[in-house]
């Protein structure tokens, strides 16, 4: 990628959302920043819309929040293990596995981090709300990663360029977060003692396994084999 976009004066960060690979760069290297992102983006992202996110690619490089503030992490493998919960059969630890978009470093030394949203159904605290454990396990895995508090979350939703909000920062606090993700393991107890319930939506259409109809054939085969 650097060698690629070798103008670029000082690359301090790249996030890849939704199907673009945005480089945080200088204006002088927007331009190989998108040209990279069309090349890059179409294996690994088919449904998405290079125009779109070209357009939200230049409000974003071109919004002074997003350069002031340092990028402390960039495409981060996280992990975070949860304990299972007491009605768990298994016993076993429950293992989340993810790419963290940022970690910034605010004004006051705050590490927050940062979701980038293309687009969302949802919008303000509504969208926070549906991305709460998600955020929470970023919090609590990149805290783990750098060995110090990210006590702040923030989604970053690209469509409301030029005049929107844009930055949407959660109101939880760190102290909270444990309590915020104490369903997961409830879940996941369920779900491993064969109590399922399937919820097709939007999303379906981004599953790499082939959408709704592949999790009905796994669920179906996972409760024919139990007892």
């Not at 490089?61 to 495409?75: F, H, K, W, Y």
């Not at 844009?166 to 606090?173: E, M, Q």
């Amino acid at each position: 990628m650097e060698g690629r976009c070798g103008e670029i004066a000082r690359v301090t960060g790249h996030v890849r959302q939704g199907g673009g690979h945005w480089v945080r760069c200088s204006r002088r290297g927007e331009r190989v920043a998108l040209q990279v992102a069309r090349e890059l983006a179409p294996a690994k992202f088919p449904l998405a819309d290079l125009d779109v996110l070209g357009e939200h690619f230049q409000h974003y490089v071109a919004d002074p929040r997003n350069q002031a503030e340092e990028i402390v992490l960039s495409e981060a493998k996280i992990h975070l293990d949860l304990g299972p919960h007491p009605s768990d059969p298994t016993g076993l630890p429950i293992y989340i596995d993810g790419t963290l978009d940022q970690v910034r470093r605010i004004e006051d030394g705050t590490l927050i981090a940062c979701d980038i949203k293309t687009g969302s159904r949802l919008y303000g605290g509504d969208m926070l709300h549906e991305h709460c454990a998600q955020l929470v396990c970023y919090q609590l895995a990149a805290s783990q990663l750098l060995g110090e508090h990210v006590r702040g979350a923030r989604i970053i939703r690209t469509a409301d360029y030029p005049k929107g909000q844009v930055h949407h920062d959660a109101w939880w606090r760190y102290r909270d977060l444990a309590g915020l993700i104490a369903g997961i393991p409830i879940v996941v107890s369920l779900v491993r003692q064969g109590i399922t319930w399937e919820t097709p939506g939007e999303w379906c259409r981004w599953c790499p396994l082939g959408g709704h109809a592949y999790c009905s054939q796994i669920l179906s085969d996972f409760r024919s084999s139990r007892p």
